[in-house]
């Protein structure tokens, strides 16, 4: 991001408004590869690819806060390989972490990854020093500690439903696998943070927090979110486009001050059930309107979603969840001109 955007996203932040309603969306592997004309696996093990479809990203919208910006990234792979997930890359579909732990006998064996020299980790950091001089030259700055949440890594390392079940009848063995993944995220956002001194923000995704009850919630997610926010940065970002009405109330407490959901809540609900203490990033459908419609789908979407705002303060405008694939350069510019046409208070 550039310092402008930097400072736009804080101010955002702190419920002050701009002109015009901010503009944000998560990129990465399911929309930018093939948007810039390559294969999934192509972005994936060519650094020259990668950085030069970021680049081409942020030059042709740049209007656009990309979100987390120049991710490096290697799709659910990236931790669970470092607790030594076999990783399927098939050439032009997502890549696949299977299954690590067999049996929940298995949880207490189950290593601590050293995230300078385990899985993908030290690729993911190498990439991004090697561009960095790039990334820098056209402007800006990694900003990001990136990682996937605690549960949704267990559920890689077990299998969903293992781990949901596991969740409900083994609490004791539940909390030390997830005590264990949180350990090694911490490490990890450390060691992003002392490689790249210009990172102020921690971004999360967990869509396995919206599959909890309330209880559940509170024994599992809240505890070990909160201990991971718990550090000195300006943005503290999550991502959950699963339901979020359970933990969408906690995310103050847990220090969240910017969130990306789903569809199937409005920035209205959501400003409620938050208190408006969270910035809101979201939530036009991201298939079914930004990928699948037309240009005019688009325009009359993001105007009735503005429109909606009873309060228009703390909102960055974009789709429920991240960008997802198929999404056209047109109808990106529907959606940036529709915000262009409306102030922001």
Known sequence: MTDEHWELLKRTIQGKQSAMLP?????????????????????????EIWVSANLKAINAFPDVMFLPGFWSEYGMCTEPSAFGA??????????????????V????SLPLPDPRTDGLLPFVLNRLKLAQPRIEEAGHKIRFAVARGPLNIASYLMG??????????????????VKKITTFLKDWLSLQRETFPTIDGIFLLDDIIGFLGEIEFRTYGLPYFKELYGTDVSVKFLHNDASCKVSAPFLPEIGVNLFNMGFDITLNELKALTGNRVTLLGNIPPRDILA???PGDVTRVTTELINSLGDRSRVILSCGGGMPPGVKSEN???????????PSA
């Open 23 to 47: 503009v944000g969306f998560i990129i990465d592997c399911p929309w930018l590869p093939n948007w810039y004309g390559v294969t999934i696996l192509d972005f994936f093990s060519n650094d």
């Open 86 to 103: 076999r990783c399927a890359f098939p050439v032009n579909e997502f890549p696949h972490a299977h299954k690590v732990l067999r049996s």
């Open 105 to 108: 006998d298995d949880i207490d």
């Open 160 to 177: 969903t439903s293992e781990f949901l079940t596991l969740l409900m009848m083994d609490p004791e063995r539940a909390h030390r696998l």
């Open 292 to 294: 699948s419609g037309t």
């Open 332 to 342: 990106l510019t529907s959606f940036i001109e529709a915000v262009k046409t409306h």
